[in-house]
């Protein structure tokens, strides 16, 4: 079983999940809270972005979506991901780092600035809606330094 530890909104998580249902492995997602992260805590690993897996059956953990799928596709050779030849294996395995760094960013930064124009409020719904009861992602929240404070 490998557990996914995902945010909602991220597009490297969607990759790695697209991977895990591509490759029908048995796998369960867990929503992290941006905020406070407590769910991964407890993971004695280097780098705690997300995605982050953990493969129950190997004791594995690990961030970062290409090392992921690299993982997966060698632990689990069914359903292959990459190809079989080393050198477009190799080409692929750059294409990927490549893109996570560029187009990756790219996305989510265009995906930030659309969701901001859009629909404000949901943001503190995605990154805090436990945080102090959930005080911030209630409705309201935003008008009010608006109704007291009026910039002159
Ligand atoms: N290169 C990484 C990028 C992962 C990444 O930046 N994830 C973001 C969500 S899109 C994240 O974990 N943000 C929360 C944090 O850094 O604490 C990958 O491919 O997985």
Do not use: N
């Not at 600035?113 to 009861?133: H, Y």
């Amino acid at each position: 079983m490998i557990e996914l530890y995902k945010l909602q909104w991220s597009h490297y998580v969607e990759k790695v999940r697209w991977a895990l249902d591509f490759k029908k492995l048995d796998w369960r997602g867990i929503d992290v809270v941006a905020f406070t992260k407590k769910e991964i805590r407890h993971f004695d690993c280097d780098r705690k972005t997300f995605p982050l897996i953990r493969d129950t059956r190997t004791g594995v953990t690990m961030s970062d979506s290409s090392p992921i799928i690299r993982y997966l596709d060698e632990t689990y050779p069914r359903h292959a991901l990459l190809p079989a030849d080393p050198v477009e294996r190799e080409a692929a395995w750059q294409w990927m780092l490549r893109l996570d760094s560029t187009l990756g960013l790219h996305a989510r930064r265009l995906g930030y600035t659309q969701i901001i124009m859009e629909c404000p409020t949901i943001l503190a719904q995605l990154f805090m809606p436990d945080v102090c009861g959930g005080l911030f992602a209630r409705r309201g929240w935003r008008a009010w330094p608006r109704r007291y404070w009026a910039p002159c």
